[in-house]
């Protein structure tokens, strides 16, 4: 919000205050000033009298002139193209201060030149608010601008002084000048006085001006014909006002409704009456079609934007722009105007679409006082009869009901003093509330304060100590040590796991990602195991940023699509976050896979990112937390087999818990993800810190020397290897201690020699014991029962 020092000094006396001065005090009550900014900037400027004005004659577009500055006529080369003998203009002389530097006295292609003559531009006064005749030359002043005149920034009214304030979303009442003015009033203890124009615009003869409203985003409607207006210049104090507001002036009627909108916050719109002959404004929705705005761009508008309308013609997009078929023109004689109250949330979204942020659409989004449409209006016809001669005024229409009630909030001395921990005085509340206009009545310590029908912010006690606190100085609070309990330093379970986690498969070589939480409705659509609905964003940044995600994987899998598109085959990567979804969230962690996990080409060695790789990962991961192999069961994934290859891929279970999926990607996912052969997996965490797990024990290694036995079977084809390694494991003791330390498959082959529907599996076992050494008798005993269980539980066949 832009608030000029001219604005202020109009209804307070400031005159005592620098704008640094204002700036830190207006920052200290809570409205960050975030920059002060000069309207104009330039020192050692006079205004001058063009006598003589020749071509320069080594140059096709220099100008030599004799300039009268009062104390002296300078010679001043010229290169604008609008300079002229008779004219004054705003001279710079030498050792003057501009924007692009210092004017020093000098020769140009041998002519003597001895300042410089200025455009506005030149000057540091923002060029969007220049006329194209502006921008193309000099500053050519009026006839009456006094000749020797050492401050021309002042005579023009450009030297004004501008802060630039930071309003918190709450306090969008003070992007009306008047609720900034009483605001800084309260903060400076200054007396304010605002212009006087309560009921102005209860006048009127009889009216044929019709309003409705077809849509329920338009509660509330004032309209009002002006039969006869003069269309001429603005005033100067008005024009000054909305250059510094960023604001063109472009006649007295237009510059009036901007003057309006800034003054109170209401933005209102003036349409020529000649552009709708029958007096007839109707709001409505549902169109769709292309309109020309009075921008002269054309949009689109869809079914949900609310419009002004004309005999079912669109007239205006509501609260953001007028159309350009009845804007005000040179040639307006009398005035329809609208003042309404608009859905804010109508506002945004069409504002948003169409990328059309406009004065009035911001004050629309971010919330109007209750009564700010009845003030513009009183405001308007006011300003219209002073300064555009404003005649034949009929009565004001109106469509709907005004719900505001005046809101009254009780709290006593000790409420205030208990929320802020301070021992303020009955007297020093009172001016407080006195100062921000709330009508405090106090009555044995306990206050009643009626707030301001722009104050929508305030609710309750805790508001009221807020403004005390704001006005009185945050550096009033005592000085007090916060009391801190000790507490010991240390990771709480679930912090332990992801620690854990994460550290284990940087270890093994995966890179930790983090990627968006936030998914576009195809990545909602292809989630892994999700818990529940995903959480849809009231208001999305985008597309692709609608949805909170409920798995992991689908975000992963753009990281690995990324990677493999710039040639990283060997991409690696993990990630451990939360996953959210209606009604709660949990704690997952996903892997995705591909090439080499680890390689050392001067070795030899390699380690595959394939199924079995996954799996490994997955069962020491567990391992480390306390969950034994023996607890882990892979079965046959009937989950998901929509983004996991149906016959490559695994349900991961601990008793009758799931807690995820690994396996290979499915080849139709994987195509519409853009990775080659990826292994993934998405584990539950939550079920993971639930599972009860075992203390990890330490044990000293055993000192006898261990055996190794190889043995081959033919089993059916079918028949998981677990179940045989099961039934091995179960014949391992030797009196009651298990001698079978590591069951290891290394081969299983299908193919010649052995049947369609069986396989070969090859085992090695290590035996060992920590008591003794043991003797052939005893691993011939383990080793004979081992072959018969197998032989009996699994239909096995030893091979020889």
Known sequence: MKISRKWLSQYMDISDLTIEQLQEKITNAGFEVEAIEKQSQGTNLVIGYVEECTDHPDSDHLHCTKVNVGDAVLDVVCGAPNVAAGQKVIVAKPGAILPGGEIKAGSIRGQKSEGMICALFELGVDSKLLTEDQLNGIEILPEDAPVGNTDPLGYLGLDDEILDIGLTPN???????????????????????????????????????????????????????????????????????????????????????????????????FYDMDAIPNHEITVADGFDEDYTALDGVTYRLQPEDCVITNQGKPIGIAGIMGGDDSKILDTTKGLIIECAHFDHVSIRNTA???????????????????????????????????????????????????????????????????????????????????????????????????????????EGKADLAEEVIRIIGFDSLPTTLPLMEMTEGKLNEKQKLKRTIRHYFASQGLQDCITYTLISTEKKDNAIMPKGDAVELAIPMSEERRWIRTSILPSLLDTVSYNQARNNKDCNVFEYSDVSYVGGQQSRVAFAISGQLQQSRWTGYSLPSDFYTAKGLIESLLDQIGIASARIAFKENTIDTKHFHPYRSAAIYIGKDCIGLCGQIHPSYEKQTNVKGVIMAELDCDLLLSIKKAKVKFTPLSKYPSVSRDLAFVIDRDMPVEKVINVMKKQGRVNKEMVIRNIEVFDVYEGEHVSENEKSVALSVLFQSDTHTLKDEEINTVFNNIIAAIVKDCNAQLRG
Not at 387 to 395: N, P, Q, S, V
């Open 352 to 458: 948003r679409r169409l990328s059309l942020q406009t004065e009035a659409s911001v004050r629309y989004q971010k919330g109007i006082e209750p009564l700010a449409a009845k003030k513009a209006l009183d405001r308007a016809v006011q300003l219209l009869i002073e300064y555009a001669d404003a005649e034949l005024i009929e009565e004001t229409v109106e469509y709907g009901n005004n719900p505001y009630e005046p809101k009254e909030i009780k709290c006593t001395l000790n409420d205030i003093n208990r929320l802020l921990g301070t021992s303020y005085n009955c007297q020093q509340v009172y001016d407080i509330f006195e100062r921000l206009h709330f009508a405090p009545v106090l009555n044995n310590e306990e206050f009643t304060v009626t707030i301001p029908s722009y104050r929508t912010d305030m």
């Open 171 to 269: 306090r969008s009442d003070c992007l009306a000048s008047f609720s900034m003015a009483l605001e800084a009033g309260a903060i400076l203890n200054r007396e304010v006085t605002l212009p006087e124009f309560d009921g102005a615009s209860d006048i009127g003869t009889s009216t044929t001006l019709k309003i409705d409203s077809k849509t329920d985003r338009c509660p509330y409607f004032l309209g009002k014909i002006i039969g006869s207006v003069k269309i001429k210049e603005s005033p100067k104090w008005m024009k000054e006002l909305l250059m510094a507001s960023g604001v063109h002036s472009i006649n007295n009627v237009v510059d009036i409704s901007n003057i309006v909108m800034l003054e109170t916050g209401q933005p209102m719109h």
